[in-house]
């Protein structure tokens, strides 16, 4: 299985702050690499597909790059509903696996 | 608008069973795969089963494997989890997701808290 990992498990920001966050696997692969946010008592909500390919709706702040074993998530500048816990899938090999996550929270 | 709603989460005693539903709707159900994943506090989120279009193909992770079971029924548009000698770490919350390679819709989970 591939192992995913993500620096830093948590993040303490502001409104209007530049974040990134990393995703790294165990072994290589393209771009098959999904972001995710899941706020408070909800269900995760698909971000980003192909490692950078925004989803529709989907706020243009976030943004996504990498292949390989390092991708990373950019929010330009956080807003109130970004103070949630973000996640990285990969869905090159299956079993699909989840990165633990990193929490952003307010400053 | 796409919707999946779960149902069926409950408190069970350990060696218990429960059913989990999924019922979907706003899309063409058997155009899709689904899966069931669960998320704990201590092992974050795991993918539990997964199971094609078509019900032919289906896959479990080894932490469930001969314990629990997934099916669908495409007329009724819900997917399944059947779940046996359920054990304290199978307690989480527990999503069905549409498949489009990542999961592109969540339902909003279901508990299942497994307890003596």
């Known amino acids: 299985d591939i192992q995913m990992t993500q620096s830093p498990s948590t993040l303490s920001a502001s409104v209007g702050d530049r974040v990134t966050i990393t995703c790294r696997a165990s072994?290589?692969?393209?771009?098959?690499l999904a972001w995710y946010r899941q706020k408070p008592g909800k269900a995760p909500e698909l971000l980003i597909y192909?490692?950078?390919v925004l989803r529709s709706a989907v706020p243009s702040r976030f943004s996504g790059t990498g292949s390989g074993t390092e991708f990373t998530l950019t929010i330009s500048s956080l807003q109130p509903d970004d103070f949630a816990t973000f996640y990285c899938?990969?869905?090159?090999?299956?079993?699909?696996?989840f990165g633990p996550g990193t929490k952003v929270d307010i400053k | 608008q796409v919707q999946l709603v779960e149902s069926g989460g409950d408190v069970v005693k350990p060696g218990g069973s429960l059913r989990l539903t999924c019922a979907a709707s706003g899309f063409t159900f058997n155009d899709y795969s689904m899966t069931w994943i669960r998320q704990t506090p201590g092992k974050g989120l795991e993918w539990v089963s997964y199971?094609?279009?078509?019900?032919?193909?289906?896959y479990y992770a080894d932490s469930v494997k001969g314990r629990f079971t997934i099916s669908r029924d495409n007329t009724k548009n819900s997917v399944y989890l059947q779940m046996n000698s359920l054990r304290a770490e199978d307690t989480a919350m527990y999503y069905c997701a549409r498949l489009e390679y990542y999961y592109d819709h969540w339902g909003q989970g279901a508990l299942v808290t497994v307890s003596s």
């Open positions: 899938q990969q869905y090159d090999s299956f079993p699909f696996t």
């Open positions: 072994q290589s692969f393209t771009s098959r």
């Open positions: 192909e490692a950078s």
């Open positions: 199971i094609s279009r078509s019900g032919s193909s289906i």
